[in-house]
């Protein structure tokens, strides 16, 4: 079973930066896709950004150009720097990781709170 388990949340003020880690508990070797995903209260679960093994990114439209999805093979990590935040970017960010290997798989961390004061 791989773990995902994010941090770098928090509170910071409108216009501020934040940057997310999501560590993997062990290499994935098939080809895959991690996302950044966010809620908030009273909404569903929207997707942020994206990237393939490959290298490939996306984003959501609302965050086109502040936000930036990296990882780093190595550490096994996932990163989402976070610029230029507005009060609308606060929600509980969560990572994904999807993968095919026999079967689809789908895996979710826990999640991390970021605020945005205004």
């Known amino acids: 079973q791989v773990r995902l388990v994010e941090s770098g949340g928090g509170l910071v003020q409108a216009g501020g930066s934040l940057r997310l880690s999501c560590v993997l508990s062990?290499?994935?070797?098939?080809?895959?896709?991690m996302s950044w995903y966010r809620q908030s209260p009273g909404n569903q679960r929207e997707l942020v950004a994206t990237?393939?093994?490959?290298?490939?990114?996306n984003y959501a439209t609302a965050v086109k150009g502040r936000f930036t999805i990296s990882k780093d093979d190595a550490k096994k990590t996932l990163y989402l720097q976070m610029n230029s935040l507005k009060p609308e970017d606060t929600a509980v960010y969560y990572c994904?990781?999807?993968?095919?290997?026999?079967?689809?798989?789908?895996?979710w961390g826990q999640g991390t709170q970021v605020t945005v004061s205004s």
């Open positions: 994904n990781l999807r993968y095919r290997f026999v079967r689809d798989y789908d895996h």
């Open positions: 990237i393939t093994s490959g290298g490939s990114t």
């Open positions: 062990q290499t994935i070797s098939v080809f895959n896709t």
